[in-house]
């Protein structure tokens, strides 16, 4: 799911470091252009952390405000790309909003068209997310943000550890306790998913 308008990631970032640079030098149209190819990835993360678009959308604002503050002291020559600064950016916030929402009990999933026990396939598209969305709302949230940067983010373990500030090694982890919790809560409630998880 990753926004990737043609080319490399490197050269992606390369492009993206020069678009900062003018942007920090007041052009407006490098600003829009970033915020055209960022936007939306960084919305769709939000949302997947939180579970509630109008907070991610929120966040999302706040985190190109950030973003266009930095882009006069934007350093083009940094190691940090703008995809993973923004990612960073978001996951904090993002964080800051968790500690403030008090998270939905698991048992008010609420009602789903077809109740088929060992079933996900069966159900509707809608129905399907309602279910991923309530199994990742129960994963504490750097678990969560894990899940969410890896396989929705597709980002490389190294870029999630360098966006949650921890070691490769702690994402591992942090993996596999996520995706054991998934696959249990999964048998508990009936999507008995196998080794997909």
């Known amino acids: 799911m990753r926004l990737l308008l043609g080319g490399t990631r490197e ?3 390369a492009e993206d470091h ?23 990835p960084m919305i769709i993360l939000a949302q997947g952390i939180l579970g509630n678009a ?31 600064w923004l990612s960073r950016v978001v996951t904090n916030l993002c964080y800051d ?15 789903i068209e077809d109740q088929a026990r060992d079933a996900f396939e069966t159900l509707t598209q809608k129905d399907q997310k309602r279910v991923v969305d309530y199994l990742l ?18 980002m ?17 982890s942090l993996l596999v306790r996520a995706k054991r919790k998934l696959r249990t809560l999964s048998i508990e409630k ?6 997909n998880i």
């Open 18 to 40: 020069d678009l900062m640079v003018q942007a920090g030098a007041g052009q407006t149209k490098a600003f829009e252009d970033l915020t055209h190819k960022h936007l939306r």
């Open 54 to 84: 109008a907070l991610a959308d929120e966040v999302a604002q706040e985190a190109f405000l950030r973003l266009w503050r930095q882009a006069p002291h934007w350093d083009p020559l940094g190691a940090a790309s703008v995809r993973t």
């Open 156 to 172: 490389s373990g190294q870029e999630v550890a360098e966006t949650m500030k921890l070691s490769l090694k702690a994402v591992e």
């Open 190 to 195: 009936g999507f008995a998913w196998g080794e």
């Open 137 to 154: 709302s129960a994963l504490p949230e750097r678990q969560r943000t894990a899940i969410f940067l890896t396989y929705l983010e597709e």
């Open 11 to 13: 050269n992606n970032a």
């Open 97 to 111: 909003q968790c500690r403030r929402k008090v998270m939905q009990p698991l048992d008010e999933i609420g009602d």
